[in-house]
């Protein structure tokens, strides 16, 4: 204990030596190193970064950590690459999550891509016709939407949160929405339904219980003061056993009685029925709509597999009213996720067949687990081969997750490469892989660096061994 006291009385010191060597800003202006970046970086800038650096370099020693003078100038140098270089850039995941947070939930497919391309020229045809007047930039979404839902009228907003906000807030301030307990639910990222029911101005009004609701609970709950009846999709969690919810059809029954419009937040929405590939059922937004549901909202960055945003489906009339609503332009989505979404919409008017080739989602939770497993065998063999003295690695069994609360409680079979590096921590491993030039993401678990090749797309495996060969080899 006395020891170990002395010790770091004596690292303090030592530190409180070098805190006195700390060089000046100018003089590290002056080390060749960085005096490059000042032909690069506006010179009140430069001297910003070194400064943030020097300070973050004096907290540390001063909190014991070892460092010396070297450090600071390989960290500044490291610091002013760090800022011109894309944070926001191409990744590969070998996660296996399918919609990951963290990674921008649903990849970019190749129509997106060559959309993406086509947009980066310059200037983008957003709401403006053939006369040169100016049009409504729902337009084209709504076409599109009619198409493949047929529903009335439809409208996009920054994401799905927003969509139930502007609907709240649009049909319910001040009023009661009245919803099952069973669907008071809570989403990953603070998105809870009675918060954003707070934030909206609606009042709530809970009825059943957890497990159980009639639809007499619904209808004892009605009065003058009703704006809405309000169904959402559990999403990420089911409750089993003695249960009971009332159906879409049911409710808009209800609705029509006592004319108050029945909202439908589907969550992840799909425009494919996926009970028909052996996947669980999710709500199909044209079902929704058939079934007479006046306002139906979902994401388009879920199972969709569009870009960020909440689509809005339902009748004209409500959607001419969130249209006018001033949160609408605050809610509003950019123009990149118009044409993004263009193109994802434009996909699922493809044959079937097209439609999950070319749609990264669907072909990801589609993939036969032997494709996974030659892809992964591929690339286990050539690791053996070629990277064999620094490693162990075998293909072993194991489940991909859906992720972004879409079909959560459904396990997806896979095969996965595990890695159990020789001679560096599998920590290590995994966060040289997350720095590489294309970062690797994969999984930890129990010493182990896993690769799940549900999520990895076509050829991405060649940067994953080029990734692996860099580091390995650099031991
Ligand atoms: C995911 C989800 C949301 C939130 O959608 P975002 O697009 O993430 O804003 C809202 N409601 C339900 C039922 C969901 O599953």
Redesign the pocket.
């Given at each position: 204990m006395k020891q170990k006291l002395k010790k770091n009385r004596q690292r303090c010191s030592s530190n409180k030596k070098i805190l006195r060597q700390i060089p000046s800003i100018d003089k590290i202006l002056n080390e060749p190193e960085i005096k490059e970046f000042s032909n690069i970086i506006d010179p009140q800038y430069l001297t910003a970064l070194i400064r943030n650096n020097i300070n973050e370099y004096r907290k540390r020693l001063i909190a014991g950590e070892q460092f010396d003078v070297i450090n600071l100038k390989q960290n500044i140098v490291q610091a002013l690459h760090d800022i011109l270089n894309p944070y926001f850039c191409y990744a590969i995941n070998a996660t296996g999550i399918v919609l990951h947070t963290g990674l921008g939930r649903a990849p970019v497919n190749i129509r997106m891509a060559s959309g993406l391309k086509a947009l980066s020229l310059g200037y983008i045809r957003l709401q403006i016709d053939d006369e040169g007047r100016r049009t409504d930039r729902h337009l084209r979404i709504n076409r599109l939407l009619h198409i493949l839902t047929g529903t009335e009228a439809g409208m996009i907003v920054n994401?799905?949160?927003a969509a139930?906000l502007l609907i709240l807030n649009t049909l319910a301030k001040n009023r009661e929405v009245i919803i099952s307990r069973g669907q008071l639910?809570e989403?990953g990222g603070s998105?809870r339904i009675p918060e954003m029911l707070a934030q909206s101005g609606a009042l709530m009004k809970e009825v059943g219980t957890t497990n159980r609701t009639h639809l007499r609970d619904y209808e004892h709950a009605i009065n003058d003061n009703t704006a809405a009846l309000l169904r959402?999709?559990q999403?990420n969690y089911r409750i089993t056993g003695f249960t009971k919810q009332v159906s879409l059809g049911e409710l808009v029954m209800l609705g029509k009685k006592y004319a108050i419009p029945v909202i439908h937040?589907l969550?992840?929405g799909a425009l494919i029925d996926f009970s028909k590939f052996g996947l669980p059922k999710e709500p199909v937004a044209q079902e929704s709509i058939k079934t007479g549901a006046d306002i139906v909202c979902f994401?388009g960055?879920?199972l969709i597999g569009g870009p960020q945003c909440?689509i809005i489906i339902g009748k004209r009339k409500y959607i001419e009213k969130l249209k006018k609503n001033p949160l609408a332009r605050v809610l509003r989505s950019d123009k990149f996720t118009s044409a993004l979404l263009e193109t994802t919409l434009q996909l699922f008017l493809l044959n079937r067949s097209e439609v999950i080739k070319n749609h990264s989602v669907l072909s990801m939770l589609l993939r036969p687990l032997p494709s996974i497993k030659r892809q992964a065998m591929r690339c286990a063999n050539y690791i053996k081969k070629h990277l064999g003295p620094h490693v162990d690695v075998s293909v072993d069994p194991s489940v991909s997750e859906i992720g972004g609360?879409s079909l959560s409680t459904e396990e997806l079979p896979t095969y996965v490469v595990s890695i159990k590096p020789n001679n560096m921590r599998v920590d290590d491993l995994a966060r040289a892989l997350r720095q590489y030039r294309t970062p690797v993401f994969g999984r930890v678990k129990g010493g182990n660096f896993f690769l799940d090749f549900r999520t990895v797309l076509k050829g991405e495996e060649k940067i994953i061994i080029e990734a692996l060969t860099t580091i390995l080899k650099s031991r």
């Open positions: 994401n799905n949160a139930t639910i989403i998105f959402v999709h999403s937040d969550g992840s994401s960055d879920k909440g609360g």
